[in-house]
């Protein structure tokens, strides 16, 4: 049963273009919801992260979106740089529930210079 | 700080061999975890632990098996090494109220493990 799911699967932007990835869940309990970006080789490292008291959170060029009545979250990257590309991956977890992170499958994003 | 390390990077196995793969967080983290990757799969939680001494299954625990006698280390053993198994295997860590943001994981550099 796959909790989080996370579209498209791949994204290729130009330079200077918005980067958009989405993720739906369907447990009500989750109340943590992070995005970790990774590059080829590496192992994941956080990237942006929100609780869903509120609806959005920015950190630089980076910005979740977050609707809970739709069960939705989403990341936007403004002004996508070639440095940018990488996988992004959606996760939620249940704040008390050990802190175990469920994964979204990963969207692979280019960006063309 | 080294975060979280571990070995090997690579190795290939034959079908009914052992191993086991290490992993030690020099952060003082309570929480361990372990995870395997493949293609367009995302991440698969194995097995987890709270604390020196307790440990629980992720989603797919079978054919795996850990041990947590240390908070710094959380070994992962391959008992019967099969094809399925060939993977990428990350551990993560991450400590409540510790370092970095609350909830964080701090992942390794992962184990690229090939079974033949």
């Known amino acids: 049963q796959q909790q989080v799911k996370q579209s498209p699967q791949s994204l290729i932007v130009q330079k200077g273009g918005i980067s958009i990835i989405n993720c739906a869940y369907e447990?009500?309990?989750?109340?943590?919801f992070p995005w970790y970006q990774q590059f080829p080789g590496k192992g994941p490292a956080l990237l942006i992260a929100?609780?869903?008291?509120?609806s959005e959170k920015k950190e630089g060029r980076f910005t979740i979106s977050f609707n809970k009545s739709a069960k939705q979250f989403s990341l936007h990257i403004m002004d996508s740089q070639p440095g940018d590309s990488a996988t992004y991956f959606c996760?939620?977890?249940?704040?008390?529930?050990?802190?175990?992170?469920?994964f979204g499958k990963g969207t692979k994003l280019t960006v063309n210079p | 700080n080294a975060g979280v390390t571990q070995t090997p990077k690579f190795r290939i196995l034959k079908i009914g061999q052992s191993m086991t793969l290490q992993c030690t967080q020099d952060?003082?983290?309570?929480?361990m975890y372990w995870y395997r990757q493949d293609p367009g799969m995302g991440l698969k939680l194995i097995y987890y632990?709270?604390?020196?001494?307790?440990?629980d299954k992720g989603e797919v625990p079978n054919g795996y098996n850990v041990s947590r006698s240390t908070t710094e280390d959380f070994p992962l053993r391959l008992e019967l090494a099969a094809p399925s198994q060939t993977s990428v295997y990350f551990c993560?860590?991450?400590?409540?109220?510790?370092?970095?943001?609350?909830?964080?994981?701090?992942f390794g550099p992962g184990t690229r493990l090939t079974v033949l």
């Open positions: 929100i609780r869903p008291d509120v």
């Open positions: 447990n009500t309990a989750f109340d943590y």
């Open positions: 996760a939620a977890s249940i704040k008390g529930g050990s802190e175990k992170l469920v």
């Open positions: 952060m003082n983290h309570n929480y």
């Open positions: 993560a860590s991450t400590g409540a109220g510790g370092q970095g943001k609350l909830n964080e994981q701090f």
């Open positions: 632990s709270v604390g020196a001494g307790i440990t």
